[in-house]
């Protein structure tokens, strides 16, 4: 199975257990301040977890957003669990900003401008710190 | 406040309890099974919710995607909750096909083909029938 989120090369691991882990991706140069949760087992939909795994992961979504909102103030946070592309559960967590590339448009349509966000040099870091102590 | 979300018009609503409501929404000819659930308090985040609320809008978040998957069989379902130009908290929940307008790309892409996918015409009563039994 040539999966990319099985075989991954070169994340940043912000956090991880046995059953999923957290990542930031630069994939996008418009949009710096981008998560993603990533559920280790190759499956494809949220309803195919068992209940317990899926408040799991619900969990650490939901840190994941609180230590965004902190470090970042976003002008909004933006959640999305798509997989069209690649089928493997994950979720995208991404600080929006008034004056980010593509604001008050969903990031996967065109830039609206050139992106004017500056992030703390090392807010990879400080998300890291706030996950250990939350998770 | 002149919040569409607050003051609704026009909406085909599925199901309905005092703190939420889960519609469906033609606003893409495009993409044509597509819903959304709405937290009827004009609050911005996920993390703005109490745990007890959003553990009730997460549970009916998912049994919405079971409905979906059950009853529309799509490719893949798409979950998002984005709030950017309205930031009224609401989920998207969409059904999506291989042959529908934009696959694999998200739906705030451009259209990549036309639309090839018919669904049953009646499913949007048979998504109400579903919720009021798993609700």
Chains 1, 2 share one sequence.
Not at 40 to 63: C, G, K, P, V, Y
Not at 100 to 105: I, M, N, R, S
Request: aromatic content about 8%; hydrophobic content about 40%; glycine content about 0%.
């Amino acid at each position: 199975m040539n999966c990319p989120l099985c075989h991954p090369q070169n994340e940043t691991i912000l956090y991880q257990t046995e059953k999923w882990r957290i990542i930031a991706t630069e994939e996008d140069p418009n949009i710096l301040a981008f998560c993603r949760i990533i559920w280790h087992e190759h499956i494809a939909e949220m309803t195919d977890l068992s209940q317990i795994d899926r408040l799991e992961l619900m969990n650490a979504l939901f840190i994941l957003e609180s230590a965004m909102r902190e470090i970042l103030k976003p002008t909004k946070i933006n959640l999305a669990s798509l997989g069209n592309v690649v089928p493997h559960l994950h979720w995208h967590v991404i600080a929006r900003f008034k004056d980010d590339a593509y604001f008050p448009k969903p990031i996967w349509s065109s830039p609206v401008r050139e992106n004017k966000v500056i992030l703390p040099q090392n807010w990879q870091e400080q998300i890291q710190q706030y996950l250990k102590n939350h998770l």
